[in-house]
């Protein structure tokens, strides 16, 4: 919980040119604010942005009411210019109705930080949500995705809230954050959240995308070459900070995959630039991967021969290393068992006996060393001869 400090005032300019970032503020309308704190509000938000300039080269912001049904007050380039996004909050109107706070969080996910609704790629995304801290509907799901898509939350609460769910909405580290303060009082954070603000929106930073279950890539501006330094990248599990890897990487580099994680697991990331000409401070982003999916769920059999027939199955998510595809004729222990690389969904098994039938097989190997099986029954054709020739084997014991 950050302890406020009084703010210096003042009304020094920011410029755009160097801060650069679509600033979304997620405004409690509901029945459960007084329209004196919801006025008191709507001058703090003025006051935050009232340096900054606006446009589609500097900063960009909107407004989402929290109702019974979330609602955009005005989108990203509606406003481009400052006279004109303090006239649009000055004659904002409360709603009133529900607290319905994790829907307002999944519209904005959903709608709201897209080229629709005037948000810019590649451009930092901040996300204040202003509460008396009460919400009638979950919010750790829907804020979590956020974060997950790169958003950096502060939280700035007027009531009393509840501590550990709101430092766990907010991003990390709470302190740097999380607000507490009176609705009398908003004006003594200003400044603070302001170069907070600042700070995130700072043009460019480290960031992550194409995240899946057991990757993501990280790309950050050019701040060395090959002749003045390089980076040394940090990441390890939030939980686990002793799992930590080290990676250095040549000063020429924009970016870096990493892959072999664990799912659904939130890694911090350190970009350290080692310059042999000035000190660059580092930069760090959190990133959580997705949960695992599971393979096989489905497996298919086509192509149908009669010495043959061509094995498929989804999904092929990219935590999963190999496939093994084992089959042999009913009702025989025979078995024959086929190894095929995790990127691919099908194989055909060839060298069958006719007109019979087989049961077949396919387990997922996980590069964690789980395994996942799916069995399916299979038939090939009638030959020329009727001919039911088995092939030899026995049955290897598979791990379930």
């Not at 942005?49 to 446009?55: D, I, Q, S």
């Not at 911090?268 to 991967?289: C, D, K």
Request: charge should be negative; proline fraction near 6%.
């Amino acid at each position: 919980m950050l302890l406020c400090r009084q703010g210096k005032g003042g009304a020094e300019r920011v410029s755009g040119r160097a801060w650069k970032g679509d600033l979304l503020f997620l405004l409690d309308s509901s029945g459960s604010v007084s329209s004196y704190e919801f006025s008191r509000v709507k001058e703090f938000i003025r006051g935050l942005l009232r340096p900054f300039t606006f446009g589609p080269s500097d900063v960009q912001t909107s407004i989402i009411h929290i109702s019974t049904v979330p609602t955009i007050e005005f989108p990203f380039d509606r406003y481009l210019s400052s006279g004109a996004v303090q006239q649009a909050i000055r004659d904002m109107q409360q709603l009133m109705g529900d607290t319905n706070t994790g829907k307002a969080l999944s519209f904005a996910k959903e709608k709201f930080f897209t080229d629709e609704a005037g948000a810019r790629v590649e451009v930092p995304k901040v996300l204040v949500w202003v509460t008396d801290g009460f919400s009638t509907d979950d919010i750790s799901q829907p804020m979590q995705l956020l974060k997950d898509m790169g958003v950096t939350v502060f939280i700035i609460s007027t009531g009393r809230g509840n501590y550990l769910e709101l430092s766990a909405a907010a991003s990390q580290p709470p302190e740097k954050h999380l607000y507490f303060v009176d609705v009398d009082d908003l004006s003594i954070i200003t400044k603070e959240l302001r170069d907070a603000i600042i700070g995130t929106i700072h043009w460019p930073r480290l960031r992550a995308m194409e995240i899946t279950s057991s990757s993501f890539r990280l790309t950050w501006p050019r701040l060395l070459s090959s002749d003045t330094g390089y980076y040394v990248l940090e990441y390890a599990p939030a939980d686990n900070p002793r799992r930590k890897l080290v990676k250095q990487v040549s000063g020429d580099d924009t970016g870096l995959f990493l892959s072999d994680l664990l799912p659904d697991t939130t890694y911090e990331v350190v970009l350290v630039p080692e310059s042999n000409e000035h000190y660059i401070p580092p930069q760090t982003t959190r990133v959580t991967t997705l949960e695992e999916e599971i393979s096989p769920t489905r497996v298919l059999i086509s192509e149908s021969k009669p010495h043959s027939f061509r094995v498929s199955w989804a999904p092929t998510p990219d935590s999963v290393r190999s496939y093994q595809v084992l089959y042999g004729p009913l009702p025989s222990n025979s078995a024959k068992l086929l190894e095929v690389d995790g990127a691919h969904n099908s194989t055909v098994v060839e060298n069958l006996a006719s007109n019979t039938t087989y049961l077949v097989t396919v387990a997922a190997i996980y590069k964690s060393g789980k395994e996942k099986a799916l069995s399916a029954k299979a038939c090939t054709q009638e030959g020329e001869n009727g001919g039911h020739e088995l092939p030899s084997g026995t049955w290897p014991k598979f791990p379930r």
